[in-house]
């Protein structure tokens, strides 16, 4: 697969400063394949970038009717910590650079919901699910 051909055109590009990121618009043409990886996507933009394979998020991919086209969107952080903070949080748990936290049951979220409903103010705030930490 790593000499499989494909083009890609880049449709459009904006700075975002304030996101730490290029927003591009990409288009690729795979005459030869059906579909091409988020990886082999995210390596040929970080050689046209000069940035990063890890720092590259490729997103909204879709398929033209009768294949060998395919469009889609990538944003390229000027480095990884920047992705951490700005990416959302399903693409970073996805690619593994963020842990999900543990989610409470159905009874424990009944639990806090009984107990907040007595409590006010600050105190209510600190109402979590689970033994409390020492």
Do not use: C, W
Not at 84 to 110: C, F, G, I, T, W
């Amino acid at each position: 697969m790593a000499d499989a051909k494909f083009i890609l055109y880049i449709r459009k590009f904006l700075k975002n400063p304030l996101l730490a990121r290029k927003q591009v618009g990409i288009e690729l043409v795979h005459s030869e394949l059906a579909n091409v990886s988020k990886a082999q996507i995210a390596a040929n933009l970080a050689k046209m970038f000069k940035a990063k394979e890890e720092a590259i998020s490729v997103i909204g991919l879709h398929t033209k009717f009768g294949g060998g086209r395919s469009s889609g969107m990538a944003l390229i952080y000027d480095n990884l910590d920047a992705k951490k903070k700005y990416d959302s949080k399903m693409r970073l748990h996805n690619e593994k650079l963020v842990l999900k936290k543990p989610a409470a049951n159905r009874k424990q979220k009944k639990d806090i919901r009984t107990k907040k409903s007595k409590l006010r103010g600050i105190k209510k705030a600190a109402v979590t699910f689970g033994k409390k930490k020492k």
